[in-house]
């Protein structure tokens, strides 16, 4: 319970970070390991009412969709039409798969594989009644905290992004903690007299509602300030039928009103039309998302597949943009749109289950009506932002999740098997039939410890496979050759892009998205070593949507390569990384010394985007013109001057007079 614990502040502390990553998975699989090793004799009986295969089989379909994704697809078939076109351009054959970038897609599965660890492992240590009112309390805590530390980050502007969601989990869990605690001051209660227990719990409770709502009603649209009350809703409509309307007829007066007061509340969320219906409740600019969406296929594009190619989408011109997409739509680009129609159903499913639990439990109901209207919020979440998806939300929800679950499960008096008596009256089918129970009784008592082992073991490797690349380049920097042309690769922009190549040649099977996609520090930029052009090729065997990589093959093969290689590799980076602006002075100057790029139209339409962009919207770029112009061939020099008269004739004056300093020197 506590390496969970600790799992879960650690992703709410390092969101999207490496380390945060790799703790949560070590910490989890090592609570997976020991309750699947060391669990109690009590515990047995119930979680094998709850770990049903059945259950297993739905929870694990998700983890074996995403590895089917990252498995080589025979030609032709389910691959996604990107490495087909990666392969013609490399010359090479390369695998088709369903994803687009297999480190992404490796890294969801991680991330589905803690969330599952944590969900289980939950449900099996809670039980027990006590320690279960122990984990809603240690949740509380954590969500408010973890509220409060988004509300002041949002303040400044740097808050994560799956703050909102934890504060409408804060909200849900302080219901439930303030029900339980009253429903105990009622049980406990003599006349005169009041249990003092309870009230620490339901002050705390009252707390942190006040903080969670507060900074829902401050900081967020009011999609989420539904979300929370629905959730709430079926708390207090659980509450209600269990405190006054016993009885089918209370029963079903109450769940009428609550569906006409949630029907009346869903009507105030701003609703979109003429828009996909994953991004319908989205309050934010949701264009590259809709655009995405637009070319999604029935398999998706692979499980995390969204992140990489939203950059793709973006409007460049606009500015520098904070879209990111609903988690529906998120989950539609990565998974399909049948998988997010099964997830919607299950979650629908889930909630009425659990409902009906709640109702036939004598004590400790709130536990499973909790799980009931988290799976109500998550849902309408789902399709107004990303939260949910973020690591430390969604540990968080399977936390929720899992404690809920435990505790809708009837209580072990009710597990006692009395089918022995039958028996008695034969004394030789006896021992023949207890041999039996026997050999029977032991594969029943070691089915919930398989599914908790398997996922042990996956966490330990996947966090193995996570820290390993990062760790052999901290120790061996010089493991990574030099290569001799350093003069195709100017303005240094080379040693960032050849360490994220060195990462993705490592992980050959997968990267790490949070360091390859972000540039080192100066001291790294400095001692970074280069990478040779084989190993930016095997990158690319990861992920063919890496901009950077085909700009530097297209940049060191000008020389010793056919033009029409180079053509070919400078046009997958203009259709991978159309928006870098990193990438834009480099690549100018590698179209504009080569015939074959100037002298194509469709060349000519991409590299006249690039220049207008320059000259009428990035000023400060401007001098990367002048080093272009410089190493054009003739023919680019022509067409660099027709384009610079066109836009600002001023300009190339300046062009021309510059280059030939530079010349001079």
């Known amino acids: 319970m506590l390496a969970e614990l600790v799992a879960i502040t650690a992703a709410l502390a390092m969101p999207e970070s490496l380390p945060g990553w790799v703790l949560a998975s070590f910490l989890l699989a090592t609570a997976a390991l020991a309750v699947a090793i060391f669990p109690l004799s009590a515990s047995l009986g119930l979680a094998r009412l709850l770990l049903r295969p059945g259950l297993v089989v739905v929870l694990a379909a998700p983890a074996l969709w995403m590895a089917l994704q990252a498995v080589p697809m025979p030609t032709g078939t389910l691959g996604n039409p990107i490495w087909a076109t990666a392969s013609a351009a490399l010359s090479e054959p390369l695998p088709e798969m369903i994803t687009v970038d297999t480190a992404t897609t490796m890294f969801?599965?991680?991330?589905?594989?803690?969330?599952?660890?944590?969900a289980l492992v939950t449900a099996v240590i809670t039980l027990d009644r006590y320690r279960a009112a122990q984990v809603l309390h240690i949740l509380l805590a954590i969500a408010t905290v973890a509220t409060a530390m988004w509300f002041g980050?949002?303040?400044?502007?740097?808050?994560?992004?799956?703050?909102s969601t934890v504060a409408v989990l804060g909200v849900l869990l302080a219901y439930a903690t303030a029900i339980r605690a009253l429903d105990q001051l009622r049980r406990h209660s003599r006349p005169g007299t009041i249990a003092p227990a309870p009230l620490p719990?339901?002050?705390a409770a009252i707390i942190a509602m006040v903080v969670c709502m507060a900074a829902l009603v401050i900081r967020t649209n009011a999609t989420t300030v539904v979300a929370a009350l629905l959730g709430s809703g079926i708390l207090l409509s659980v509450f209600a039928i269990r405190r006054w309307f016993l009885g089918s007829w209370g029963t079903a007066g109450v769940l009428a009103t609550a569906a006409i007061v949630s029907i009346a509340i869903a009507t105030t969320i701003p609703f979109r039309t003429n828009t996909d219906l994953t991004i319908a409740f989205s309050t934010s600019s949701q264009t590259a998302t809709e655009r995405m969406l637009q070319d999604v296929g029935p398999t998706g594009s692979g499980a995390g597949a969204s992140t990489v190619l939203l950059p793709i989408y973006l409007d460049v011109e606009g500015g520098a943009s904070r879209e990111r997409p609903t988690a529906a739509a998120a989950i539609v680009v990565d998974m399909g749109w049948a998988f997010l129609c099964g997830l919607v159903v299950i979650a629908l499913l889930g909630a009425c289950i659990l409902i009906r639990r709640s109702l036939s439990r004598t004590y400790d109901y709130v536990f499973a009506a909790l799980g009931a209207g988290a799976s109500i919020a998550v849902t309408i979440l789902a399709f107004s932002e990303h939260g949910i998806l973020g690591l430390g939300a969604s540990l968080l929800l399977g936390a929720l999740f899992g404690l809920s679950f435990g505790q809708s499960v009837h209580s072990p008096g009710r597990d006692v098997i009395s089918s022995e008596s039958k028996e008695a009256s034969d004394r030789i089918a006896v021992q023949a039939q207890a041999s039996r129970w026997r050999f029977a009784s032991a594969l029943v008592t070691m089915w919930p410890r398989i599914p908790l082992?398997?996922?042990?073991?996956?966490?330990?490797?996947?966090?193995?496979?996570?820290?390993?690349p990062e760790l052999y380049l901290s120790v061996r920097p010089s493991s990574v050759s030099v290569l001799s042309t350093a003069a195709a690769w100017p303005n240094g922009i080379s040693k960032p892009v050849s360490v994220a190549a060195a990462r993705e040649d490592l992980w050959f099977r997968g990267g790490s998205r949070f360091s390859s996609d972000s540039a080192?520090?100066?001291?790294?930029?400095?001692?970074?070593?280069?990478?040779?052009?084989?190993?930016f090729a095997r990158a690319l065997r990861s992920s063919p949507l890496r901009g950077d990589i085909w700009l530097m093959l297209a940049a060191g093969s000008k020389h010793n390569s056919s033009p029409s290689s180079t053509a070919a590799m400078l046009k997958m980076s203009y259709y991978t990384a159309p928006n870098d602006l990193d990438l834009l002075p480099l690549r100018v100057s590698v179209a504009l010394a080569t015939d074959t790029v100037v002298r194509e139209p469709e060349f000519r339409e991409l590299v006249k985007r690039d220049i207008t962009l320059v000259v009428r919207h990035r000023p400060a770029l401007r001098p990367a013109l002048v080093t272009a112009y410089r190493s054009a061939s003739p023919d680019g020099k022509i067409y660099l001057e027709g384009l610079i008269s066109e836009l600002d004739p001023a300009y190339l004056d300046q062009v021309r007079t510059r280059s030939s300093r530079q010349g001079s020197r």
């Open 108 to 118: 969801s599965l991680a991330q589905y594989c803690a969330v599952l660890a944590t």
């Open 153 to 163: 980050k949002e303040t400044n502007g740097a808050a994560g992004p799956d703050g």
């Open 201 to 203: 719990a339901l002050l």
């Open 453 to 468: 082992m398997v996922l042990g073991i996956a966490l330990i490797t996947q966090a193995v496979w996570m820290a390993l």
């Open 520 to 535: 080192p520090a100066a001291d790294e930029q400095s001692t970074a070593p280069l990478v040779t052009s084989s190993a």
